[in-house]
């Protein structure tokens, strides 16, 4: 369901256009012309985001504001306020009536839609299904997400590396989920005939599930301490790419089972990535030293840019698989995508086939090797931070 966006402003041609605007990139608008109408609309349509003009005849936004910080119904929606204004001490007065982000007058649509990308997405981490809330403690783990430009650059088999060595450097608990209905292929790589725990959790009501249902279907392969929550690859279950409600429940049970949570989204922003990336705390970028994926992946880095996954917030790997003379340099592949790679995996097909073959993971079978090496320093750039569980 699309996110609802309360815009108030008392100029009607503003209202209309950034209503517009918004309504495009898929919001569901709802609009209110002064401080009054406002209140009685926060009450009545339970926004996920309000979009508040300070300058507004009989109450203004900083009033507003004030007034839905101190209601227990209106208290936890964020605010965004728009204004002409652009003098610090009236963006600091905004800050303290409780504004969660400040926009000022006039705005390039681009930037509107970062920020109300980014903010939706911080609320959103915080947010828990209404029926799951009360089965959930208050200690969350990390959710990161890992994705690509495009498919077949060996997502799975880095997700799932990159969780052993996780739980290897943490000595924490650390779950591996393959958000991948239909097209999942770790359970196969680790010998599971039938990889089907993703499915039976899609078959329930995603207000019906609970950390105990996510719990059973989690398993633990014996190369490592890590636990899977495995996808089919059976074709027909791809239908479930739409069940994004039940993904954000998945994740939110997950979080709260885990220190980390390593997610597999596989190729491009889908419909599971386009609900799960607001939940994520980090989000690695897999890339390959080829033009074309260059071009899309830069593409994918604007995307999520527009999500508020900045720098501090974004792990791009370069994940080689073929001989280093057939492709771009590392300086080409920077200058191309206008970012920093952080990671740069050299190839190693001989290994990872025989790790394929064995039906174990790379790092648990050679957890000396350069690629193996390589993985490890992977975990230890996103290490910080994690929370201390068991």
């Known amino acids: 369901m699309a996110e609802k966006i309360l815009v108030v402003d008392d100029d009607i041609d503003t209202l209309r256009l950034v209503g517009l605007m918004l309504q495009r990139q898929g919001y569901q608008i709802v609009a209110a012309s002064n401080g009054q109408q406002a209140l009685q609309m926060a009450h009545a349509e339970k926004p996920d985001l309000i979009l508040l003009d300070v300058m507004m005849p009989d109450m203004d936004g900083y009033e507003v504001t004030r007034r839905l910080r101190a209601d227990t119904q209106t208290n ?27 926009l000022t007058k006039p705005t390039q ?3 509107l839609f970062a920020h109300v990308k980014a903010v939706l997405a911080r609320s959103m981490k915080g ?11 208050s200690d969350r783990g990390r959710a990161i997400g890992i994705i690509a430009a495009k498919g077949g650059l060996g997502i799975s088999t880095l997700t799932l590396n990159l969780g052993i060595s996780l739980s290897n450097r943490t000595q924490k608990e650390v779950v591996v989920a393959e958000y991948r209905p239909g097209h999942g292929s770790i359970g196969l790589d680790l010998g599971y005939n039938r990889p089907e725990g993703l499915l039976r959790l899609l078959q329930k009501k995603p207000k019906d599930l609970t ?6 279907e989690l398993v633990t ?13 059976q074709p027909a279950d791809a239908r479930y790419m739409l069940a994004g409600e039940s993904f954000d429940a998945i994740t939110n049970h997950l979080t709260h089972i885990a220190s980390v949570a390593a997610l597999d989204l596989g190729p ?23 033009p074309g994926t260059l071009l899309r992946t830069r593409a994918l880095l604007d995307e999520l840019a527009n999500r508020g996954f900045g720098e501090e917030r ?20 920077q200058e191309q995508l206008r970012a920093s790679i952080a990671l740069v995996f050299t190839p190693a097909p001989e290994v990872m086939y025989q790790a394929a073959r064995n039906g174990t993971p790379l790092v648990a079978l050679y957890p000396d090797n350069l690629t193996s090496q390589q993985f490890g320093r992977m975990a230890e750039l996103i290490m910080k931070d994690i929370p201390k569980k068991a």
């Open 211 to 216: 950390s105990a249902d996510i719990e059973t």
């Open 268 to 290: 491009g922003i889908s419909p599971i990535s386009d609900r799960v990336l607001g939940l994520c705390d980090q989000v690695i970028v897999a890339v390959e030293a080829a």
């Open 221 to 233: 392969h014996s190369s490592s301490r890590v636990r899977l929550l495995l996808s089919s690859f």
């Open 109 to 111: 649509p681009r930037e």
């Open 76 to 102: 936890t929606i964020p605010i965004i306020m728009f204004t002409a204004k652009t003098q610090v001490d009236d963006k600091v007065t905004g800050f303290e009536a409780g504004a969660d982000d400040y």
């Open 127 to 137: 947010r828990l299904p209404a029926v799951a809330s009360s089965s959930l403690g």
């Open 314 to 333: 974004l792990l791009i790997v370069l994940y080689n698989r073929h001989r280093l003379e057939m492709q771009l340099t590392l300086t080409q592949v």
